[in-house]
């Protein structure tokens, strides 16, 4: 197994059919991959339309969370279960377009060693005036303290060795923070722009004022950890 797809959804059941036959289209003949759908406690048919579909997708995986536990820990969830080398993930709700997959995995591979995260970078937003507000406040705001480099970390579209990942400290939240601790581990990253689309069907299940606040609290910790990372040693072992 090369590549493995995780995609994090509370909710979705109107949303999964067609995302898995767009992922299916993009990836077919491309690589060897696996699909693995984290069903954040869903209350809604999402478990039942999952179980229907992985009869006739070989490829497609289950993994459950008993109650919703978020989106951190629902890609961190796949990530341990993935199989693959490289691990690249998308929004459940279909506004990330998986024609951009092959681009993100590409750029992975490209990049050798030297590259750790390629992130989608998005175009064109489909969301709200107000959405779209307060992800450029969040964005300047944590460029500004954490020099990241990244002008959209909330674009679900993100690829990376799934060792690199692994390795980064784990807290909720961590895939709002990816390029600064990915940059903190001494990794490159690339940035692949992709257009966004509307949702396919139903609300947002994440939210962004159940967030706020911890997301603050959660900047202040990240910029610590950088503050506090220390040169890695090289160590040899003496005969």
Known sequence: MDVSIVVPVRNEAENVAPLVKEIVAALDGRWPYEIIYVNDGSTDATGERLSELMKRQPELRQ???????????????????????????????????????????????????????????????????????????????????????????????????REVFLSMPYFDGLHRFLPALVRREGFDIAYVDVVDRPRHSGVSNYGFFDRLWIGILDLAGVWWLIRRKKPTPVATEVQ
């Open 63 to 161: 993994l459950r969370h008993a109650t919703s536990f978020g989106q951190s820990a629902a890609v961190r969830s796949g990530v341990r279960a993935a199989r693959g080398e490289i691990v690249a993930t998308l929004d459940g709700d279909g506004q990330n377009n998986p024609a951009f997959l092959p681009k993100l995995i590409s750029a992975i591979e490209k990049g050798g060693s030297r590259v750790g995260l390629a992130a989608g970078q998005r175009v064109g937003r489909k969301d709200t005036g107000f959405k779209r507000w307060q992800s450029r406040t969040a964005n300047a705001v944590r460029n500004a303290i954490l020099h990241d480099g990244t002008r959209d970390t909330g674009c679900g579209l993100k690829a990376f060795r």
